[in-house]
């Protein structure tokens, strides 16, 4: 029963990075029916400046204050680059077909990574510790408090999108958005401002992700964001692209069947079992968990 | 008629221009081998690319599970030549030697599509119902997971690879299998079945409401094309005598997606294009090392931008010499002169 | 016995219920007009009998077998064909291919016979070629054969939608809006070519329309729709003098 628990809290601590990054994509391809393909590259050039941040305000002893400029000077860096990318990649396309709206995607994902791999070299460097690490024990369960604090974060971070979204003006109007750009148009949303927000807030979330994992597991090299990025787009889509709510659920769910998988099962299978259940989703239900259905007008 | 002269003149031409390129046919000269190994490469990214244009441009149907299949081809087949290639070839015994490795090739190609073919249905059928996005997320998964299937199974080398396939493989099967291809799918789109292929494209809901069997006309070309995915695995598999899993990875169905963006999806010959400049600039722009793929990523997102249709668009290009035949016979003011 | 009934059939969405308990009967060879307020429910209607949509309850037989739930395809393939509110014609596909496709359904060619060109495929080719080009001489659309179909200007783009749906040789023609857009002088045409496909055909043609000329010109009889149900049904002198249809949509013209 503890080891399930372990597993079960593993799992959650998993999930909520999982959930941040598909929190990304789903905001994303809610507002324009694109598939991100480079978020996961995002991801990981948050947890660059993160690495890179901490280098520079290398103290003695880790601190929360320092933790927390270094997650604050990644989310704002990362906003910025997503805003970057979608006004000189994606805007220019935006009317264009979905195959090609895809393919931009993946070649700025390939760009970013192949400039990672340029400018930052090509090896992992070792993430330093942030904070204080202590350990946990209650009940035959250990808890680090690096997990204590990946969902911590994650759920201050997800509270305060809920927040936004439902509440602020202009998360109504990126709701509107989300159910219809010509609409929101004519009701005198600016669309482009929202969608640049959109991409901000998503990117920011993305980047506190690489900085929560790069605590954990302290390692980044530049294609850390394909692992991650891609499980994240399935929990996103299992929880049903587009809707909040549903990347967090879709997040933990990956997260935790992952770390089931993995103890109780057999390691190898990893992988699979992400897109495993994606599929099953998919088939039987594919508007996904959370999902509304698109019906088309005949 | 015609066209078994047609093709008998594409036989031998591919037979000859191979042995030209060994070194066989004229003495002293011989293709340097690495020009060769682009040329064979570009072949068979050929096969993949005209294959997934079906799916893609012709139907219209967003696949990027691709190297799945090529995937399922290329181990399939490898495994047959290792297990059993031997005990074929001294059944053939009264055959002369490049007849029996061709024989074995053929199998093998064969098995390779055959059960890529079947992986094509059994993924075809529950992802083609599903809208756009949905069916690329899919076909995506599908193929990650056959990737991890496949590595996990150790007869045929697990993460350390399959090794040790003979090169039956050879610039003239790669070149054969790559003209057939072009003519099948060349015939099935110009054929009622291509027409409803092209109708489900434009307007699903429309085809369907004159009559066509969407679902199953789509199915019918995913599976033809996995075939063919299948059958440029098997070559990819006898070419390079090794395989890996990490070959067949999404980003290996991402390239041939940008081969076909970037000749053009519904155009045969945009295709074809797509494969040779692809694989013309990653191996040209290899001296810029690292440089590379940024300068190729960079180029890919300029190309989307400026001409989204691709190089050729819907056109083949025989339309640009009919064309001007045509307006140059057409009446003044009617549209099309 | 009728071409088309529909027996109390419901369609509900969610909450909403878009079509209420309708009764509605076509006798073959028939012209019905169906007529009402935007969103009384006319092309769901359309969208139930063609098999877009399933009815949530009540029955639909066309010719006496029932057809209620079933795919489009299915429904086409039986005998009754649709043209589209908003045009949705084949753009890339040339004129004659539009009608082709519509043409293949009736057709028996494989994909393997394709690949292989087998005689008889060419046979068949030639037949369907031949045939849809005699469509488009008759809805006066052969000039414009090879053109794209999406240059075609909008009037064109009707009368093609309605030779494509003729394609598919149906027993029952449902026009939705067919002269949306239209000036005077191409309704008037409308109406002719309308008429003359009931008289040269013999089939039964369910017309929803907005524009009373049209309707008031040819239908023999006219359905009116409210919210879903039915307010009046008659002969079209009857329905322009029924109080509530003018209350309705009318408007006292």
Same mark, same amino acid.
């Given at each position: 029963?503890?080891?399930?628990?372990?597993?079960?809290?593993?799992?959650?601590?998993?999930?909520?990075?999982?959930?941040?990054?598909?929190?990304?994509?789903?905001?994303?391809?809610?507002?324009?029916?694109?598939?991100?393909?480079?978020?996961?590259?995002?991801?990981?050039?948050?947890?660059?400046?993160?690495?890179?941040?901490?280098?520079?305000?290398?103290?003695?002893?880790?601190?929360?204050?320092?933790?927390?400029?270094?997650?604050?000077? $990644?989310?704002?860096?990362?906003?910025?680059?997503?805003?970057?990318?979608?006004?000189?990649?994606?805007?220019?396309?935006?009317?264009?077909?979905?195959?090609?709206?895809?393919?931009?995607?993946?070649?700025?994902?390939?760009?970013?990574?192949?400039?990672?791999?340029?400018?930052?070299?090509?090896?992992?460097?070792?993430?330093?510790?942030?904070?204080?690490?202590?350990?946990?024990?209650?009940?035959?369960?250990?808890?680090?408090?690096?997990?204590?604090?990946?969902?911590?974060?994650?759920?201050?971070?997800?509270?305060?999108?809920?927040?936004?979204?439902?509440? =602020?003006?202009?998360?109504?109007?990126?709701?509107?958005?989300?159910?219809?750009?010509?609409?929101?148009?004519?009701?005198?949303?600016?669309?482009?401002?929202?969608?640049?927000?959109?991409?901000?807030?998503?990117?920011?979330?993305?980047?506190?992700?690489?900085?929560?994992?790069?605590?954990?597991?302290?390692?980044?090299?530049?294609?850390?964001?394909?692992?991650?990025?891609?499980?994240?787009?399935?929990?996103?889509?299992?929880?049903?692209?587009?809707?909040?709510?549903?990347?967090?659920?879709?997040?933990?769910?990956?997260?935790?069947?992952?770390?089931?998988?993995?103890?109780?099962?057999?390691?190898?299978?990893?992988?699979?079992?992400?897109?495993?259940?994606?599929?099953?989703?998919?088939?039987?239900?594919?508007?996904?968990?959370?999902?509304? *259905?698109?019906?088309?007008?005949? | 008629?015609?066209?078994?002269?047609?093709?008998?003149?594409?036989?031998?031409?591919?037979?000859?221009?191979?042995?030209?390129?060994?070194?066989?046919?004229?003495?002293?000269?011989?293709?340097?081998?690495?020009?060769?190994?682009?040329?064979?490469?570009?072949?068979?990214?050929?096969?993949?690319?005209?294959?997934?244009?079906?799916?893609?441009?012709?139907?219209?149907?967003?696949?990027?599970?691709?190297?799945?299949?090529?995937?399922?081809?290329?181990?399939? $087949?490898?495994?047959?030549?290792?297990?059993?290639?031997?005990?074929?070839?001294?059944?053939?015994?009264?055959?002369?030697?490049?007849?029996?490795?061709?024989?074995?090739?053929?199998?093998?190609?064969?098995?390779?599509?055959?059960?890529?073919?079947?992986?094509?249905?059994?993924?075809?059928?529950?992802?083609?119902?599903?809208?756009?996005?949905?069916?690329?997320?899919?076909?995506?998964?599908?193929?990650?997971?056959?990737?991890?299937?496949?590595?996990?199974?150790?007869?045929?080398?697990?993460?350390?690879?399959?090794?040790?396939?003979?090169?039956?493989?050879?610039?003239?099967?790669?070149?054969?299998?790559?003209?057939?291809?072009?003519?099948?799918?060349?015939?099935? *789109?110009?054929?009622?079945?291509?027409?409803?292929?092209?109708?489900?494209?434009?307007?699903?809901?429309?085809?369907?409401?004159?009559?066509?069997? =969407?679902?199953?006309?789509?199915?019918?070309?995913?599976?033809?094309?996995?075939?063919?995915?299948?059958?440029?695995?098997?070559?990819?598999?006898?070419?390079?005598?090794?395989?890996?899993?990490?070959?067949?990875?999404?980003?290996?169905?991402?390239?041939?997606?940008?081969?076909?963006?970037?000749?053009?999806?519904?155009?045969?010959?945009?295709?074809?294009?797509?494969? *040779?400049?692809?694989?013309?600039? =990653?191996?040209?722009?290899?001296?810029?090392?690292?440089?590379?793929?940024?300068?190729?990523?960079?180029?890919?997102?300029?190309?989307?931008?400026?001409?989204?249709?691709?190089?050729?668009?819907?056109?083949?290009?025989?339309?640009?010499?009919?064309?001007?035949?045509?307006?140059?016979?057409?009446?003044?003011?009617?549209?099309?002169? | 016995?009728?071409?088309?009934?529909?027996?109390?059939?419901?369609?509900?969405?969610?909450?909403?219920?878009?079509?209420?308990?309708?009764?509605?009967?076509?006798?073959?060879?028939?012209?019905?007009?169906?007529?009402?307020?935007?969103?009384?429910?006319?092309?769901?209607?359309?969208?139930?009998?063609?098999?877009?949509?399933?009815?949530?309850?009540?029955?639909?037989?066309?010719?006496?077998?029932?057809?209620?739930?079933?795919?489009?395809?299915?429904?086409?393939?039986?005998?009754?064909?649709?043209?589209?509110?908003?045009?949705?014609?084949?753009?890339?596909?040339?004129?004659?291919?539009?009608?082709?496709?519509?043409?293949?359904?009736?057709?028996?060619?494989?994909?393997?016979?394709?690949?292989?060109?087998?005689?008889?495929?060419?046979?068949?080719?030639?037949?369907?070629?031949?045939?849809?080009?005699?469509?488009?001489?008759?809805?006066?659309?052969?000039?414009?054969?090879?053109?794209?179909?999406?240059?075609?200007?909008?009037?064109?783009?009707?009368?093609?939608?309605?030779?494509?749906?003729?394609?598919?040789?149906?027993?029952?023609?449902?026009?939705?809006?067919?002269?949306?857009?239209?000036?005077?002088?191409?309704?008037?045409?409308?109406?002719?070519?309308?008429?003359?496909?009931?008289?040269?055909?013999?089939?039964?043609?369910?017309?929803?329309?907005?524009?009373?000329?049209?309707?008031?010109?040819?239908?023999?009889?006219?359905?009116?729709?409210?919210?879903?149900?039915?307010?009046?049904?008659?002969?079209?002198?009857?329905?322009?003098?029924?109080?509530?249809?003018?209350?309705?949509?009318?408007?006292?013209?």
């Amino acid at each position: 029963m503890t080891t399930f628990l372990q597993q079960l809290v593993n799992g959650l601590s998993l999930g909520s990075i999982y959930a941040l990054i598909a929190l990304g994509y789903t905001m994303v391809y809610g507002v324009l029916r694109l598939i991100n393909f480079a978020h996961g590259d995002v991801y990981m050039v948050g947890a660059y400046v993160g690495y890179y941040l901490s280098r520079l305000l290398q103290r003695k002893e880790p601190s929360l204050a320092s933790a927390l400029l270094v997650m604050l000077g $990644s989310m704002i860096a990362c906003a910025l680059l997503g805003v970057l990318i979608e006004r000189l990649a994606y805007r220019p396309v935006r009317k264009e077909a979905r195959l090609t709206l895809l393919i931009t995607a993946i070649g700025v994902s390939l760009f970013i990574e192949n400039v990672a791999q340029l400018v930052f070299g090509p090896d992992p460097k070792f993430f330093p510790s942030l904070a204080p690490r202590t350990d946990f024990r209650f009940g035959g369960m250990r808890l680090t408090s690096e997990q204590i604090t990946v969902i911590a974060v994650s759920l201050l971070l997800m509270v305060l999108l809920r927040f936004f979204i439902m509440k =602020t003006r202009t998360g109504k109007a990126m709701r509107a958005v989300s159910f219809s750009l010509d609409a929101a148009k004519l009701m005198g949303i600016s669309t482009d401002w929202i969608i640049s927000v959109t991409f901000a807030l998503g990117s920011a979330l993305a980047a506190s992700g690489g900085v929560l994992i790069a605590m954990q597991i302290p390692k980044v090299d530049p294609l850390m964001g394909i692992p991650y990025g891609l499980k994240a787009f399935v929990a996103a889509v299992l929880g049903g692209i587009g809707s909040v709510p549903g990347a967090v659920l879709g997040g933990l769910l990956i997260g935790t069947s992952e770390v089931m998988v993995v103890g109780y099962l057999s390691s190898t299978y990893r992988d699979a079992i992400a897109f495993g259940i994606l599929i099953l989703v998919l088939i039987l239900r594919p508007q996904g968990l959370l999902g509304r *259905v698109h019906k088309e007008k005949v | 008629m015609r066209g078994w002269i047609a093709a008998a003149g594409v036989f031998v031409g591919l037979l000859f221009l191979n042995g030209v390129f060994v070194g066989s046919v004229f003495p002293g000269f011989a293709l340097p081998p690495y020009l060769l190994q682009v040329l064979c490469l570009a072949g068979i990214n050929i096969t993949l690319a005209v294959s997934l244009n079906l799916i893609n441009g012709f139907t219209g149907q967003f696949s990027i599970g691709h190297a799945g299949f090529m995937a399922i081809g290329a181990y399939a $087949s490898a495994y047959f030549t290792v297990t059993f290639g031997e005990a074929l070839r001294s059944a053939l015994g009264f055959l002369p030697e490049f007849a029996r490795d061709g024989a074995v090739l053929l199998v093998a190609l064969t098995i390779g599509a055959v059960l890529a073919s079947i992986a094509g249905f059994f993924v075809g059928v529950p992802s083609l119902r599903l809208r756009g996005d949905y069916l690329a997320i899919v076909t995506l998964g599908f193929g990650e997971i056959i990737g991890v299937v496949i590595l996990n199974i150790d007869a045929v080398g697990g993460a350390r690879g399959y090794s040790g396939i003979p090169k039956l493989a050879n610039f003239f099967w790669i070149y054969l299998f790559a003209a057939a291809t072009v003519l099948v799918v060349h015939r099935i *789109v110009h054929s009622s079945f291509g027409r409803t292929l092209v109708a489900i494209r434009e307007d699903e809901i429309a085809a369907e409401a004159m009559g066509v069997h =969407t679902t199953r006309a789509k199915v019918i070309s995913f599976v033809v094309s996995s075939a063919m995915a299948g059958v440029a695995g098997g070559l990819f598999a006898h070419y390079l005598m090794y395989i890996n899993v990490r070959s067949f990875t999404f980003l290996k169905s991402f390239e041939i997606i940008i081969m076909i963006v970037i000749g053009g999806l519904g155009s045969i010959t945009g295709s074809v294009l797509g494969a *040779v400049l692809y694989i013309s600039l =990653t191996e040209g722009l290899r001296e810029f090392a690292q440089y590379r793929m940024v300068l190729f990523s960079l180029l890919l997102i300029i190309l989307m931008i400026v001409r989204p249709q691709g190089i050729l668009g819907h056109k083949e290009f025989v339309t640009f010499l009919t064309k001007r035949r045509r307006s140059l016979g057409a009446a003044p003011g009617t549209p099309g002169a | 016995m009728p071409s088309l009934q529909l027996s109390r059939v419901t369609m509900e969405f969610g909450g909403l219920c878009a079509v209420n308990a309708l009764d509605l009967t076509i006798e073959p060879g028939h012209l019905y007009g169906l007529i009402g307020p935007n969103g009384a429910g006319k092309t769901t209607v359309f969208n139930v009998i063609t098999g877009v949509y399933a009815p949530t309850s009540g029955d639909v037989l066309f010719e006496g077998a029932s057809i209620a739930g079933e795919r489009c395809g299915r429904i086409t393939r039986r005998g009754i064909a649709r043209t589209f509110q908003n045009i949705r014609l084949f753009g890339e596909m040339s004129v004659l291919d539009n009608v082709k496709v519509a043409f293949d359904c009736r057709q028996a060619t494989t994909l393997t016979t394709a690949v292989l060109r087998t005689p008889a495929h060419r046979t068949e080719e030639e037949r369907v070629g031949r045939e849809s080009l005699e469509l488009l001489k008759i809805f006066k659309l052969d000039h414009l054969a090879n053109e794209r179909a999406k240059n075609l200007p909008y009037g064109s783009q009707r009368r093609l939608e309605i030779a494509r749906a003729m394609a598919t040789a149906p027993r029952m023609l449902l026009l939705d809006e067919p002269a949306a857009g239209m000036n005077p002088h191409e309704s008037t045409e409308l109406m002719d070519l309308i008429r003359w496909i009931r008289d040269r055909f013999g089939m039964a043609i369910l017309l929803v329309e907005h524009n009373m000329k049209v309707v008031m010109g040819i239908c023999e009889t006219v359905h009116v729709l409210d919210y879903g149900s039915t307010i009046a049904i008659g002969p079209p002198a009857q329905i322009q003098r029924d109080p509530k249809v003018i209350e309705a949509y009318l408007g006292g013209a």
